[in-house]
C-alpha cells in the first residue's frame, strides 16, 4: 500500500490563514506587525524566495519592510541598516536573505540581529534557547517539520528519528527540537562521516533527509510504515518545463512511497511550511512587544 502524501502546502495554507486572524486582532489592539525583508544582490534563489516571502506578508495582512541593496552594498553599509532596523519600533521581524555576497560575513551580519527581532532563530541566542529548551524563536524550517508531523498525527514520543544532514539551518535544530520533553524523540543524526547509514535509516520510524544530494534516500534504506520526511531542494535540468527544470528531493520519491507510511513530496511538502512559520514567528514578535508594554 503506497504512502501518504503529507501535503504541505495545505496546512502551510491553514497556519497562515490562522495568523492572518490574529494579525486583525493585534491591528485593533494597536499593533501592525511588520517583518524587515533584506536582500542584497539579485541571487536568483534569493530573489525567488524574498517574493514569496512578501506575498506571504501580503496575505497575512502584515506590513512588508522591504530593503533591496545592490550586490556591491558594503558590510558596513549592511550593518548599519540592520541596526537601523533594531532600533525602529515599528519592525518587529528581521529577515536577511542568505547567502550574502561572499565580502560580507554571513556570521557578523546574524550577530547583529537584536534577537528579539530574529524571526528566522538564527542568532545564538536563540539557538542557546532552543539547545535549553527555553522559549526562542524556532527555525522556521525545523519548526514546520513538527507542525507536518503533528498535524498528520504521526507520533513523535518515543519514536527513533533518523536526521540525514547536520546543517545549522536543519538537521541540527530538528535534532534538538525533537529531543524537547515535549515531543521525547530518540534521535540519530547521520553525516558523511557515518559509516552504516543505510543501517540506521532502516531503524527509523520517522527518517528527515536534509543533505542538498538527490537520492540520498532510496528504498533500500526505509522501514515499512515509516514517515519519511523529504527537506531537500535540488533543480533539475528538464526541456519539458518552462523554466527549464524541476525540483525534486534528497528521496527517491517514487520507489520510497510504496514503502513508507507517510511522505512528504518536493515541491509542496516542507517548503511551503517555512514560510508560514515565518510568518508564524513573525506574529509572535509582533505580540512580544504587545506583552512588553
Known sequence: MAAVIIDGKAIAEDVRAGVADKVVELKLRGIDPCLAVVLVGQNPASVSY?????KA???????DRSVDLPEDTSEEK?????DELNKDPTVHGILVQLPLPKHINEDKVIMAIDPSKDVDGFHPVNVGNLV???????PCTPHGIIVLLERMGVKMNGAHVVVIGRSN?????VSLLLLRREYNATVTICHTGT???????????ILIAATGHINTVTADMVKPGATVIDVGVNRIPDPTKKSGFRLCGDVDFENVKEIAGYITPVPKGVGPMT???LMY?????????????
Not at 195 to 205: G, I, M, P, S, T
Open 132 to 138: 535549553i529548551g527555553k522559549k526562542a524563536f524556532l
Open 195 to 205: 559509516k552504516n547509514v543505510k543501517e540506521l535509516a532502516r531503524q527509523a520510524d
Open 275 to 277: 514560510i508560514a512559520m
Open 169 to 173: 539551518i536543519v538537521g541540527k535544530p
Open 50 to 54: 524574498v517574493t514569496g516571502k512578501r
Open 78 to 82: 549592511l550593518l548599519q541598516i540592520i
Open 57 to 63: 506578508l501580503a496575505e497575512a495582512g502584515m506590513k
Open 281 to 293: 514567528n513573525t506574529l509572535e514578535a509582533a505580540e512580544n512587544t504587545l506583552a512588553a508594554k
